[in-house]
C-alpha cells in the first residue's frame, strides 16, 4: 500500500497530507515511514525532491506529545536556507495539531532574539549544527527529552567540516533516541558517523527510475580567456529566464555575477560570506522570479528549493562527481525537463575525466564556437519585488497584503507574484510593467490600515 491512510498516522496528519493534496507516498516515504513510525533508526539515502522531508515531518510529529513541553525533536541541517524550507513543511503537516512549537536556531542571526524565544522550551527545534551546539553548551536549550534526531542532507553537514559538533551535539542530548540520517549518497564518512550514532538501521535506498530523469547533460571545451563570454552565449541560446550558475570560488561568484549584470542580465550573487539579510533577499527575488541568474557556490545554493529550474550552468566544474551531481539535480525535478552544461578549460579536464570514470560511460560533448558580442541587450526578469519593512512581528499576513494590492492600489491578481513574509519584513513579486504603479499605491495607502515603508529591492 502506498497511501498515506494505510499508516497508523494521527488523524490531524492525515487531515494535513489531504489539505496539502498529498495521498500517495513517494518511494522514500514508502520505505522509510513505516520503520520510522515503529520507533526504529533509519539511514536513507534520498535527494533534493524525493519528498523526504515530510518523511521525517510526519514520523516527528506522530511521535510528539504536545501536553509535555519540553525538547522532543531536534533536526539539523547544513544551511539556514534549509533549516527554514524545513521549518515550513513541518510547520505544514502540523497545521492540524494545535500547540506545536517549533524554533528555527541557525548561525548569521542574533543571538538576543533566540534566547528570548528559548525562556519556554520548544516542540521541535530545527536549526545548522553550530548554532545549535552553542545553545546547548549555555544551557539555552535542554537536550535531555529528545526522543528523535534527524539529520538532513547528513553528506553535506559533514563536507562542511560539522562532524565534531554532531558528535559533541550527540553527547550532549539524550542517551536513548531514534535517530534518523538523510544523505545524498552513502559515502564511508555516512557510513562512519552512521556506526557511531545509530541503533541497528533499517537501509532505505531509493534508486531514481531511468525513465523519470529529464536532465540532458552537455559539456563544452572552452578557452579560459573566453569563458565568461561563452557563458554569456549559452544564456542567450537557451533563452534562459531562470538560471542557476555554479563557481567553486566566492570571489568568483561576484566576478560572474558582476560581469553578467553589466552585459544586461539580471543576475545576483549568492555566496556565505554575504550577510544574512542579504542572503534572504537573494533568494527570495531568484525563487520569485526578479532575478533571472543566479550566480552561487555549491555550499550557497543547498537550501534553495526551485521546482521548476530549466537550466543549471557549471561554470566551473565540481571538485568531486558527487557536487557534480547534486548540481544537475537541482534542475529536471518534479517531472520536468532540465538542461546542465559544464564549462571546461584545460586545467578542468582532470576533473571532467574523473565525473567520467564514476559514471562509467562517455560524457556528452558538444563544440561551442564562442562569439564575442560588443553590444549590451537587456534581458530583464519578467517580475520585480517590492519589499515592506513589517512582518509577522506585526501580525502581517500574504493575505493582507494581496488585499491591499488588488483592493486599493488597483492591481489585478495576475500581476501578483509569490508573496513571502518574514519576522520583520515581507516580499511581494509584481509583473515589471506594474511594479512602478504597485509601489506608488501602495505608498500613498495603507495595509491593514497602516502605513509602512515600502520600497524596490
Avoid at 543549471?312 to 525535478?333: E, K, L, M, N, Q
Wanted: aromatic share 4%; net charge neutral; hydrophobic share 40%.
Amino acid at each position: 500500500m502506498t497511501d498515506f491512510s494505510s499508516l497508523p498516522l494521527k488523524p490531524a496528519l492525515l487531515g494535513s497530507l489531504e489539505t496539502l493534496g498529498y495521498t500517495a507516498m513517494t518511494p522514500v516515504q514508502a520505505q522509510s515511514l513505516p520503520p520510522i513510525l515503529e520507533g526504529r533508526d533509519v539511514i536513507a539515502q534520498a535527494r533534493t525532491g524525493s519528498g523526504k522531508t515530510a518523511a521525517f515531518g510526519l514520523g516527528l510529529l506522530q511521535a510528539l506529545d504536545v501536553d509535555t513541553i519540553r525538547l522532543q525533536v531536534l533536526v539539523l541541517c547544513p544551511t539556514r536556507e534549509l533549516a527554514d524550507q524545513v521549518s515550513k513543511a513541518i510547520r505544514k503537516l502540523a497545521a492540524g495539531i494545535p500547540n506545536v512549537k517549533l524554533l528555527t536556531l541557525c548561525g548569521g542571526m542574533p543571538l538576543g532574539p533566540q534566547l528570548a524565544s528559548l525562556t519556554h522550551d520548544p516542540h521541535i527545534v530545527v536549526g545548522t549544527p553550530g548554532r545549535v551546539q552553542e545553545h546547548l553548551k549555555r544551557g539555552s536549550l535542554h537536550g535531555g527529552g529528545i526522543k528523535m534526531l534527524v539529520l538532513d542532507e547528513a553528506d553535506r553537514m559533514l563536507d562542511m567540516g560539522f562532524s565534531e559538533a554532531i558528535d559533541d551535539i550527540v553527547k550532549r542530548i539524550a542517551k536513548h533516541h531514534q535517530t534518523l540520517l538523510f544523505s545524498a549518497t552513502y559515502a564511508p564518512e555516512i557510513r562512519e558517523a552512521s556506526a557511531r550514532m545509530q541503533n541497528d538501521p533499517v537501509e532505505v535506498t531509493v534508486e531514481t527510475p531511468q525513465e523519470a530523469i529529464t536532465i540532458e547533460q552537455r559539456f563544452h571545451d572552452v578557452d579560459p580567456a573566453q569563458k565568461i563570454d561563452a557563458l554569456a552565449q549559452v544564456l542567450v541560446k537557451e533563452h534562459a529566464d531562470h538560471a542557476l550558475v555554479f563557481c567553486n570560488m566566492r570571489r568568483d561568484v561576484d566576478a560572474v555575477a558582476q560581469e553578467l549584470d553589466r552585459r544586461g542580465f539580471s543576475a545576483l550573487a549568492l555566496h556565505g560570506d554575504m550577510e544574512q539579510r542579504d542572503r534572504d533577499e537573494v533568494l527570495v527575488q531568484f525563487a520569485n522570479r526578479s532575478c533571472s541568474i543566479l550566480v552561487a557556490t555549491d555550499v550557497a545554493a543547498r537550501g534553495l528549493d526551485i521546482t521548476a529550474l530549466p537550466l543549471v550552468v557549471s561554470y566551473d566544474i565540481a571538485h568531486d562527481p558527487d557536487t557534480h551531481t547534486h548540481r544537475i539535480g537541482r534542475t529536471g525535478r518534479a517531472g520536468h525537463p532540465g538542461l546542465a552544461i559544464t564549462l571546461c578549460t584545460s586545467r578542468e579536464r582532470p576533473k571532467a575525466d574523473n565525473i567520467e570514470a564514476v559514471n562509467g560511460q562517455p560524457l556528452p560533448w558538444h563544440p561551442l564556437k564562442v562569439t564575442v558580442r560588443k553590444d549590451k541587450t537587456l534581458h530583464l526578469a519578467s517580475m520585480r519585488t517590492l519589499v515592506i519593512d513589517a512582518g509577522r512581528q506585526d501580525k502581517l499576513r500574504p493575505g493582507d497584503i494581496l488585499g491591499a494590492l488588488t483592493g486599493d492600489a488597483g492591481l489585478k491578481a495576475d500581476a501578483i507574484g509569490k508573496i513571502d513574509v518574514f519576522a520583520t519584513r515581507a516580499y511581494v513579486a509584481i509583473k515589471r510593467d506594474q511594479a512602478a504603479k504597485a509601489l506608488e499605491r501602495l505608498r500613498a495607502g495603507r495595509i491593514k490600515g497602516r502605513n509602512f515603508r515600502v520600497r524596490t529591492v
